[in-house]
């Protein structure tokens, strides 16, 4: 019997009608905890103070017969102060510390792992918003871990039943480099307020084989939906005359973790070039660039940098020298007084055996072959 009440008073162990709580295990606990012996103490108080007065009252009241013998406890400007000012303060020092636990209730944590417990067939691990039920098999591969801070597994398959916001990679290398390049092209990134950024691809029908391959690549990875790049129609008036053109675009799932590359590519909804991009300019970046904006110029090949300043495209001929070791020049266009890049002849061997693993076959034409 003395072990039974000693388990209720000095030990931890739960038990009916324990007293007191159990050690906290969370900041949020200890502060609840926290609150709960500040208040006590108050209420402590009040209590013992009140019931002197009380007893006090009583005591008067049998020895004199009279209810409130001292005139000032009846009428008096100092005793109304004391008892209008002095629960103020009781509340206040209630009120701060319990402030400071609901702020603190209200913080926003995004856990690297959730465990859902789900009746039959034990716990399903939900790693990084990737549900492991759902692979498609498993690979390595490189990740940025200075931009990331993770380690270098890619899961292939995204958990699709959640909110935009809440999908926060990890991204691996080569999709980086793909959406990169992508940016660097003709694709473009869609700020959706607070939810996120999904990357957006617009391609002709002339080159829809390359916009599938594309498809097929984020689809596989788990970036998309398995709706197909869905067609379109547009009209164009030229002199008078009408054409028809028809193009293939789908978008990919949105990404809060894709906002820095929006904050990367734009500024004040104009696409920019900014330094940080050679981190992620690689062989297959410079692939989907090229694919997207590059074009055989007889004995080289050029790319399209018409909506980039001289200053931006000087600071991607640097980047392509000193990533490649590519001899490129900048020419100017008269037509549209836009710049664009000019790769030499003799630098082509070195971009095609740079190119050519990472390039879809429908491309390869880009670089005369």
């Known amino acids: 019997m003395l072990l039974y009440f000693l388990n209720k008073f000095a030990f931890d162990a739960p038990s009916p009608w324990g007293i007191y709580f159990q050690d906290s295990a969370t900041p949020q606990m200890e502060g609840l905890v926290e609150l709960h012996d500040n208040i006590m103490y108050f209420l402590v108080m009040i209590l013992f103070v009140v019931g002197w007065i009380l007893l006090s009252i009583i005591w008067n009241y049998i020895n004199t017969k009279s209810p409130i013998s001292h005139k000032y406890l009846n009428h008096g400007t100092l005793i109304e102060l004391i008892w209008t000012i002095t629960p103020a303060i009781i509340l206040m020092l209630i009120a701060f510390p319990s402030f400071k636990l609901l702020y603190l209730m209200d913080e926003v944590i995004d856990p690297s792992i959730t465990v859902l417990a789900e009746g039959r067939g034990g716990p399903k691990p939900y790693i990084l ?36 916001g809440s999908r926060i990679g990890p991204h691996n290398i080569d999709v980086i480099s793909v959406i990169v390049g992508s940016l660097l092209g003709d694709s473009y990134a869609n700020r959706r307020s607070i939810e996120g950024t999904r990357i957006c691809y617009r391609q002709s029908s002339i080159n829809k084989e390359y916009l599938f391959w594309l498809y097929s690549f984020f689809f596989t990875n788990g970036y998309c939906s398995n709706l197909e790049p869905r067609k ?3 009209i164009l008036k030229h002199k008078g005359l009408e054409s028809i053109h028809y193009r293939y675009e789908f978008n990919t799932f949105t990404f809060r973790s894709f906002n820095w590359i929006h904050e990367m590519f734009y500024h004040k909804g104009r696409k920019v070039i900014k330094p940080i991009i050679e981190n992620y300019m690689t062989p297959l970046c410079l692939a989907i660039w090229i694919s997207d904006d590059g074009c055989w110029a007889k004995p080289g090949v050029r790319i399209a940098t018409n909506c980039f300043s001289y200053s931006e495209t000087e600071l991607l001929v640097k980047i392509l020298k ?48």
């Open 322 to 369: 000193n990533k490649f070791n590519l001899d490129c020049t900048i020419q100017l266009l008269k037509t549209s007084n836009n710049y664009s890049i000019y790769i030499k002849s003799s630098s082509i061997p070195t971009l095609s055996k740079i190119l050519l693993p990472h390039m879809h076959s429908s491309m390869k034409y880009k670089l005369g072959l």
């Open 129 to 164: 918003n990737k549900i492991v039920n759902t692979w498609k098999g498993q690979r390595k591969c490189n990740i940025f871990t200075n931009s990331f801070g993770l380690n270098n597994f890619q899961y292939c398959t995204f958990h699709t039943r959640i909110k935009a």
């Open 232 to 234: 379109s129609t547009t």
